[in-house]
């Protein structure tokens, strides 16, 4: 399948990226499409940030002594990247970027149901980011990104109060863009858009909402009465009055378990999505891919006591959350077998997002299966708060969700930019970032199998090697993200301009609007008459 | 098909573009709230986790602080806030039959409602500073068996009326926002979604409260005390 | 827009309710009932939630979506509620090991 590339216009058809050019027109912009950049702009900072306090952790880690910097230092780094990485990129990356951008298209409508709010939710992101970035550049934080009391309610000297109060704000942001795409979702469907039309892709999103709404209110309120007590000296967490340390984990983990699946979910839409395109084929199973979306939603939400096994959490509650979080699992491989199925006597392609998807499935298994591998008690007990644990959710969210990140980036990329990237280039970069990510992260999973502890600056010498090539990978790896940032600017300036539909993908996005799209999405509003995926009739012209 | 909806914007100004009708704005504005609600029955639900995990493990030391809860206050409070909640229903429904004289005197008259509990709440919160009930270093408690864990339920106490009335002075805000904005005649029968979402808000801040009463304030209420 | 006006009497007679129910919670806790004291309490705050919800917040006239919604979120408090319990309450159960 060739792309065919038109040949530029003379003069240029207005869409939204050309419409209006002032500052103004973009820090105000109720436009879902342009608040999608602004979030991919200010992402994509974050990320890089968040990489550099990796590179500087791979850097120390390099030799068994901790030498580069000191064991307070370390603590701040592993911290400040736990709370970008997770905080924010890994939360609102596909949601704020491509969901923004792709669901009103997706079903047809002219914008999400609440605008303004959207705008709101970007300024509340960008507003937890900066406080978070004061409380790094004021000199860090350094508890871990998971803020266990007693050391971050009393005894760390660290900006503990500018970090939680960021990552709060920007919780709203979470909750914001979750209700917004709950409502758009079930009200602005175009006429004929039925809910076994929606597209995979709004389905892993609309469960994402799910949790974004029930999950993140409790560790607002969490962090609040952590930075309560931190402020009055006194509070719920105090053993001196009697509290518990680990009702702070309890209610922690209540929601960062399912902001997990808030991270994972997206990407598996992006994946149904491309697996259906380069294979040419409805995706196998849709109404089970879209049914094991919710399912994850809910069952997420039955887990979170995996994180308390060794803190002395009741033997019976911990049998019963180990058994939950093998359950969990059920409809993550569904997807996978679905996913399987779809390309099997499909016409498969290899094209670079296709390239992504089949890294993630690869990765997001392998990072599965360790998964349920902690989720054993008896393993758990071995394994928790080593490398092993690093590994796995490094599989999960880098091999699972930033691959799925940079596959849907590419995917869409000619539809939201009106450019086609390079594409030697961009295949070229994809097999680094997976030679890069392995390199540096299964060492990881032998290292923590073999005892070596999480959040030590130093480690004893006999996994010198193996903590040496996984900071060769990250070198790779980091190469691997540097590329595309390159060459994907290139392409906004020099790169090719691409068709409405260089794919010959199925979907209102790519059918019925041109690349760059208008302001309102449509030159004239959709109406569905077919199923979706309909990849083995004859391509929709315009 | 383009040229009927540009006719619609035209005939209902308070149409926003990206809707198709003013049917689709009201329900997507309700869903809008009640969605939102539903993000604060858990945000206010982690707090009475919190309170039910302590409760059971400290049930005696819990009792012995109804003692000096000022139960009277807490009742009273209770029924102006669900005296609020009738005039805050009635508003909306004065804007249903655009009633716009009513409208107002039940938007203002929930805001003195509001305006009670809150002066209520202040006068509690001083007398247990008065009292030194404020948990941390000048937290002074009679009852010698329950001096700690007592702190508990009074740092709940300040956490949860605390961010209840924080909820309240939003509440606050936007019913005065209403009633500038009826009085320059927005509201009417085809146009009144703003009334019912912040309807919809105030009547969730009211359950809450229904809720925190009996929790704070009468756990112990059965005990004698000289 | 053709929503459903609720008349003035229903929402007087619920108004009314609540405050007898307030005076009533206040009351049945002066008793001592033991352990039934906290679920008459909360039964009782029950109760006056669903009239406000039914009633002053239109429940019952918005579309079947929106109820699943508000249920939704009770269920989700109660999962909460039920499995942070679930640790608290067992911790004392004693783990008895067998000899093999």
């Excluded at chain 2, 002074?140 to 309240?168: C, S």
């Excluded at chain 2, 926002?177 to 009334?195: D, H, K, T």
Aim: proline share 5%; aromatic share 16%.
């Amino acid at each position: 399948m060739s792309t065919v590339i038109e040949s530029p216009r003379s003069e240029e058809r207005v869409n939204y990226l050309n419409v209006k050019d002032s500052w103004k027109s973009w820090l105000f912009t109720t436009d879902h499409k342009r608040i999608a950049i602004l979030y991919l702009i200010s992402i994509t900072a974050f990320f890089f940030l968040g990489g550099l306090f990796a590179l500087l952790i791979r850097l120390e880690l390099l030799t068994p002594q901790g030498d580069l910097v000191t064991s307070d230092t370390y603590n701040k780094l592993f911290t400040m990247h736990g709370i970008i990485m997770v905080f924010f990129f890994l939360i609102p990356s596909i949601p704020a970027t491509l969901g923004n951008f792709l669901i009103p298209m997706m079903i047809g409508a002219k914008d999400l149901a609440f605008p303004r709010i959207n705008l709101l939710s970007w300024y509340l992101y960008i507003i937890g980011g900066l406080t978070a970035v004061g409380s790094i550049l004021a000199g860090g934080v350094d508890t871990g990104w998971t803020f266990y009391p007693p050391f971050s309610s009393t005894y760390s000297h660290t900006y503990v109060m500018a970090a939680a109060i960021g990552v709060f704000i920007s919780g709203f942001s979470s909750i914001l863009t979750g209700l917004n795409f709950i409502v758009t979702t079930h009200k602005m469907r175009a006429p004929g858009m039925t809910w076994n039309r929606l597209p995979l892709f709004v389905w892993s999103h609309y469960a994402t909402s799910l949790i974004q709404l029930l999950g993140t209110p409790v560790v607002a309120i969490t962090i609040a009465l952590l930075a309560m007590e931190r402020m009055f000296h006194v509070g719920i967490f105090d053993p001196a009055i009697g509290g518990d340390p680990i009702l702070f984990q309890h209610m922690f983990w209540f929601y960062s378990h399912p902001a997990v699946y808030i991270m994972i979910l997206p990407g598996m839409g992006v994946v149904s999505e491309i697996v259906a395109c380069f294979s040419r084929k409805r995706p196998f199973g849709y109404d089970f891919i879209a049914g094991s979306s919710i399912a994850i939603a809910v069952l997420g939400f039955l887990v979170w006591g995996h994180h308390l096994f060794v803190t002395g959490q009741s033997m019976y509650a911990s049998l019963i959350f180990s058994l939950l979080s093998m359950v969990v699992a059920v409809p993550s491989a569904i997807k996978v077998f679905n996913w399987s199925a779809t390309m099997y006597k499909g016409s498969v392609s290899y094209q670079t997002p296709m390239l992504y998807a089949f890294g993630f499935i690869g990765l997001f298994t392998i990072g599965g299966l360790t998964g349920l591998m902690v989720a054993s008690l008896a393993l758990d007990v071995h394994l928790t708060d080593t490398y092993f644990i690093v590994g796995h959710f490094h599989y999960v969210m880098v091999g699972g969700m930033v691959l799925a990140y940079l596959g849907g980036l590419h995917f869409w990329w000619p539809k939201m930019t009106g450019r086609m990237y390079p594409e030697g280039w961009a295949k070229f970069s994809a097999l680094v970032v997976f030679v890069g990510f392995n390199l540096t992260f299964f060492p990881q999973l032998i290292l923590g199998y073999l005892g070596m502890p999480r959040r030590y600056h130093a480690y004893a010498p006999e996994f010198q090697v193996l903590n040496v090539m996984s900071t060769a990978g990250a070198s790779v790896l980091g190469a691997g993200f540097l590329i595309p940032m390159i060459y994907l600017v290139y392409s906004l300036f020099r790169g090719p301009k691409a068709p409405a539909n260089p794919w010959d993908a199925r979907g209102l996005e790519w059918e019925a609007a041109p690349s760059p799209p208008p302001t309102f999405n449509f030159d004239k509003p959709p109406v569905v008459t077919r199923e979706a995926y309909a990849y083995s009739e004859e391509a929709h012209v315009g | 098909m383009a040229d009927t909806i540009a006719v619609e914007h035209e005939h209902t100004p308070n149409l926003q573009h990206h809707f198709d009708n003013m049917e689709q704005q009201f329900s997507s504005a309700t869903l809008g709230m009640w969605t939102f609600l539903l993000t604060e029955i858990m945000f206010f639900g982690g707090m009475f986790g919190a309170y039910t995990v302590y409760r059971s493990m400290y049930p005696a030391a819990f009792e012995s602080t109804t003692h000096y809860m000022n139960v009277t206050l807490g009742a009273v409070n209770t029924m102006v806030l669900i005296c609020s909640s009738l005039t805050m229903a009635l508003a909306v429904r004065s804007a249903q039959v655009d009633n716009q004289k009513l409208l107002r005197l039940m938007l203002v008259l929930t805001l003195i409602f509001g305006f009670v509990f809150l002066g209520v709440k202040g006068y509690e919160y001083h007398e247990k500073w008065v009292e030194h009930l404020i948990p941390g270093p000048h937290f002074e408690y009679n009852n010698r068996a329950f001096a700690h864990e007592a702190q508990i339920l009074f740092f709940l106490y300040f956490a949860m009326t605390g961010f209840h009335a924080i909820h309240m002075i939003v509440g606050a805000g936007l019913m005065t926002n209403l009633i500038i904005q009826s009085s320059r005649g927005r509201y009417s029968s085809q146009y009144y979604a703003p009334v019912e979402i912040v309807g919809l808000y105030w009547h969730f801040v009211d359950i809450v409260w229904i809720f925190l009463f009996p929790l704070l304030y009468l756990i112990g209420a059965h005990l004698k005390h000289t | 827009m053709t929503n459903h006006v609720t008349p003035v009497r229903t929402y007087v007679l619920v108004w009314l309710a609540l405050m007898i129910l307030t005076a009533v919670t206040w009351q049945v806790a002066l008793l001592d009932l033991g352990s039934w004291n906290i679920v008459a309490a909360i039964t009782i705050a029950c109760i006056k939630m669903t009239l406000v919800i039914a009633i002053f917040m239109h429940a019952r006239s918005v579309e079947a979506l929106t109820k699943l919604y508000v249920l939704a979120g009770f269920f989700w408090l109660l999962i909460l509620l039920a499995f942070f319990l679930m640790d608290y309450l067992s911790r004392s159960w004693q783990v008895v090991p067998r000899p093999y």
